[in-house]
């Protein structure tokens, strides 16, 4: 089993519709956790930290639950600048961060 | 603010050959990981740097080697590179006292290694 398993892509959705990622992880111990965002042939960048209590960043709120070891992105209002590879990070005890495969997605006019 | 840079961007070498790529951390950051990313796939963590001494190695042979130097850059030496070598080089810096959940890294644009 993968240490981290995202929904499998592509997600195609037209402007302005609202998308929702999955991610699960392995590790029960895992510290902290985050949404990166990897546009193509570049390196991921830091879309959000993803706390238990849930957080939100204008359109995107990332959602914890360590019980059941998941953990979301919820995009609202897609924008065209929205497409790009969304990744779900992990870090379990230690320093490396695990990433899921991504997923992809495209916002079409 | 000087994020962090990598160099070069694209290499290509041929299978036995070695090379090294080179990293300069985010102003203020002491830390440096190195992943490889492979098409398609996530980046994979080879290993990270603090103090000059490698902190934790993810799965990969003794062929990768790296190297910290005190002004905080990196260095990642591949040996006997193999076709499977061919991929994305990312560096990542972050602060040592960031605990989590605030230890989020920050990624350099890469290196391209095509090994034919």
């Known amino acids: 089993r993968k240490e981290v398993e995202q929904d499998p892509g592509p997600f195609n959705v037209p402007e302005g519709a609202t998308v929702a990622f999955n991610c699960t992880y392995s590790n029960s111990a895992s510290q902290s956790f985050f949404w990166y965002r990897q546009d193509c042939r570049k390196e991921p960048k830091l879309l959000m930290s993803?706390?238990?209590s849930g957080n939100e960043d204008g359109r995107f709120t990332a959602q914890l639950n360590r019980a059941s070891q998941y953990i979301s992105l919820l995009i609202r209002d897609s924008k065209l600048s929205d497409s790009a590879t969304y990744l779900c990070v992990v870090n379990p005890p230690g320093y490396a961060l695990n990433f899921g495969k991504g997923t992809s997605l495209l916002v079409t006019p | 603010d000087a994020g962090v840079t990598q160099s070069p961007t694209h290499l290509i070498k041929t299978r036995g050959q070695q090379v090294t790529l080179r990293c300069s951390p985010k102003?203020?950051?002491?830390?440096v990981s190195w992943y490889q990313q492979a098409l398609g796939q996530g980046p994979q963590f080879i290993f990270q740097y603090y103090e000059e001494e490698e902190r934790q190695r993810g799965n990969f042979p003794d062929r990768f080697s790296g190297h910290q130097f005190p002004n905080y850059s990196s260095e990642l030496n591949v040996n006997a590179l193999l076709l499977g070598d061919s991929a994305l080089y990312l560096c990542?810096?972050?602060?040592?006292?960031?605990?989590?959940?605030?230890?989020?890294?920050?990624f350099g644009p890469g290196t391209r290694l095509t090994v034919l």
């Open positions: 102003s203020g950051h002491d830390t």
């Open positions: 990542a810096s972050s602060l040592v006292w960031r605990e989590a959940p605030y230890n989020e890294q920050f």
């Open positions: 993803v706390y238990s």
